[in-house]
């Protein structure tokens, strides 16, 4: 039996002061999304299990390996959400999305669950940003995505120069059709230095050894036919006007011809964008994503061309550098009652500058003045408000501002105007 006080491996609480960080780039997501116009979608964390299996790709390793299927209580088989984009297609079709509006734009915020090996940047349980786009299908719209992930990185607090943004194009699935048969013949002469995965997907999906992380693959890999030269015009020009729009919005994205990523729902433009900073190891790749042209279609919708991201919190929190304290919210004021009377009277002084915005802390505890104004400092309280006999009796009540270590005398009625003058 495990630990009665043990989280679920690579499942982690969040809270304070870490939980001020995750805020931080929570609303700072949102607000970027809400100005590319995307709205928010919220599906259940538990979908039925073909619903991944179909989309997502049975030759892969998130279906393969990482998912947590389970039967429920009825029998059918159900599974926690490895990703986004499946049930957001689910819930665009269910719903005939395409019928309402011509243009979706979606995002989603939180936990997606891959049974892993747990390490730095790698969980169990980890969070997703993500976002789809239904129903464009110009080159314009996939630099208009990467350039507002570049964004939405900035706004976090990372430097352009420390992001590596590489974009490829898998062109459409007849094009592949032949290049997968190269890659084949290719990796059956390199067998013998295949591990058993990549053996396996030779017969399945010969493209996905392009994507295994084990580097005498990858050293292979490196020699493999190139996709991108066997492509025909139209993906190619596509792909060049994808570039040259990433570059009038500022963006050099670098073309890597043996990006695949690891769902098989890709088409056309695909693309990554990894960290040079903060505390991500190898785990580097912060963000994923592409076009998914045929997926809509092929799960009982109408040919609908889409595109989406998903960006991995757990990873962006790592590449932040600045500490979580520094997120942490402060405390406007500490208010010190010197007996129950006191308190009687300062609880509902300070419930209403609660109600009024201001991050306030009342002492519920019979304790002292000297104990009190610890208790403020220690908690980086910028004002303590002291309420006794005195004050009570005189009505001045003294306001301390701790931080420029000077105490103000203050009328009942003007204490809230006062507060907030301090505050500025
Ligand atoms: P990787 O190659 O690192 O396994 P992936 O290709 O499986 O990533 P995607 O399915 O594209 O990842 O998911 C998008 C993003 O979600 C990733 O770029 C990463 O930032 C994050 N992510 C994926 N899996 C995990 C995980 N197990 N723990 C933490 N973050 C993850
Ligand atoms: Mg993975």
């Known amino acids: 039996m495990a630990d009665q006080h043990a989280t679920v491996k690579g499942m982690n609480d969040i809270l304070s002061p870490e939980v001020s960080k995750w805020q931080f780039v929570e609303e700072k997501a949102r607000s970027v999304l809400e100005a590319f116009s995307y709205r928010e979608l919220r599906t259940p964390s538990l979908e039925y299990t073909p619903l991944f299996v179909r989309s997502v790709g049975e030759a892969t390793e998130v279906v393969e390996k990482q998912m947590y299927t389970f039967d429920d209580r009825d029998g059918s088989s159900v599974t926690l959400r490895p990703e986004g984009t ?6 665009y079709v269910s719903r005939s999305q395409w019928n309402r509006e011509p243009v979706t734009r979606w995002y989603y915020l939180g936990p997606m669950f891959r049974h892993e090996r747990a390490q730095r940047g790698r969980l169990r349980q980890f969070h997703q940003i993500g976002a789809e786009v239904f129903g464009l299908n110009a080159p314009s719209i996939d630099a208009e995505m990467i350039a507002m992930l570049v964004g939405m990185l900035t706004e976090f607090g990372l430097q352009a120069s ?13 094009e592949r059709v032949a290049y997968r048969e190269a890659l084949r013949a290719f990796f059956s002469q390199h067998v013998d230095a295949l ?7 030779l017969d399945t999906n010969p493209m996905r050894i392009l994507d295994s992380k084990n580097p005498d693959v ?4 490196a020699a493999a036919p190139i996709l991108l030269d066997t492509l025909g015009m139209a993906s190619r020009e596509r792909f060049e006007q994808v570039r040259t729009q990433l570059q009038t ?5 670098e073309t890597d011809p043996r990006l695949v990523r690891g769902l098989d729902y890709y088409t056309a433009t695909i693309f990554e964008i990894k960290a040079k900073v903060g505390n991500l190891g ?5 963000c994923g994503g592409g076009r998914y042209d045929r997926l809509v279609e092929s799960m009982g919708g109408a040919a609908i061309p889409a595109l989406g991201f998903g960006m991995g919190v757990e990873r962006v929190l790592l590449a932040m550098t600045e500490e979580a304290e520094s997120f942490e919210p402060a405390l406007s004021l500490f208010v010190a009652p010197m007996d129950e009377r006191a308190r009687l009277w300062a609880l509902p002084v300070a419930h209403r500058l609660r109600m009024a915005g201001i991050r306030v802390e009342i ?3 019979d304790t002292g003045l000297k104990q009190q104004l610890k208790r403020a400092d220690k908690l980086k309280a910028r004002l303590a408000l002291i309420v006794g006999d005195n004050e009570l009796a005189s009505g001045k009540l003294a306001l301390k501002d701790l931080a420029a270590g000077k105490q103000h005398e203050v009328a ?3 204490l809230e105007a006062k507060i907030r003058q301090l505050l500025d």
């Not at 499946?86 to 819930?91: G, I, Y």
């Not at 420390?162 to 007849?174: K, Y």
């Open 363 to 365: 002492e519920h505890r």
């Open 249 to 253: 919005l500022g963006i050099d994205g």
């Open 282 to 286: 190898s785990q580097n790749t912060v």
């Open 412 to 414: 009942a009625a003007d």
């Open 218 to 221: 990858q050293t292979i890999a």
């Open 195 to 201: 591990d058993d995965d990549s053996r396996r997907r």
């Open 162 to 174: 420390d992001l590596s943004v590489t974009i490829n194009t898998l062109g459409e699935p007849d």
């Open 86 to 91: 499946a049930p957001a297609v689910r819930a």
